[in-house]
C-alpha cells in the first residue's frame, strides 16, 4: 500500500504564499505519476495540479495556471506544490493523491488509487 502524508499547510494572508509537501512511503517512488486535489467547505473535491514520473511533464487546473507550481524530488520521495499569490478561493483541504503505477499523468480524480489524509490551508483577507 502507498502511504500519503501531506504537510505545509496553514493560515496566510491574500497574496502570500506557502509551499506544500507530501511524503511517500514507497520504494518505487519514481514509478509513480503524482498530483494535488483539494476540497473546499461546501464543495467536491477537485483537480489541482498533476506531475509525471520524472518531473518532466505537469498539468494544472485553470484556476491555479501561473500561481501554483509542482514538484518532486524522488531522491526524497517526496512532491511539492509550491501557492503564490493565494486568495480566499484557495481556502481548502489540500490532498496528495496517486493513481497505479505505471500512469503517466493523473487527468482527473478517477486515476486516484491512493490519497493523503490531507492539509489545511486557509487564506485570509
Known amino acids: 500500500q502507498v502511504q500519503l502524508v501531506e504537510s505545509g499547510g496553514g493560515l496566510v494572508q491574500a497574496g502570500g504564499s506557502l509551499r506544500l509537501a507530501c511524503a511517500a512511503s514507497v520504494r518505487t517512488f519514481s514509478s509513480y505519476a503524482m498530483g494535488w486535489f483539494r476540497q473546499a467547505p461546501g464543495k467536491e473535491r477537485e483537480f489541482v495540479a498533476a506531475?509525471?514520473?520524472?518531473?518532466?511533464?505537469?498539468n494544472y487546473a485553470d484556476s491555479v495556471k501561473g500561481r501554483f507550481t509542482i514538484s518532486r524530488d524522488n531522491a526524497k520521495n517526496t512532491v511539492y506544490l509550491q501557492m503564490n499569490s493565494l486568495n480566499s478561493e484557495d481556502t481548502a483541504v489540500y490532498y496528495c493523491?496517486?493513481?497505479?503505477?505505471?500512469?503517466?499523468?493523473?487527468?482527473?480524480?478517477?486515476?486516484?488509487?491512493?490519497w493523503g489524509q490531507g492539509t489545511r490551508v486557509t487564506v485570509s483577507s
Open positions: 506531475i509525471s514520473w520524472s518531473g518532466g511533464n505537469t
Open positions: 493523491a496517486a493513481p497505479p503505477p505505471g500512469m503517466i499523468l493523473i487527468t482527473g480524480i478517477q486515476d486516484i488509487d491512493y
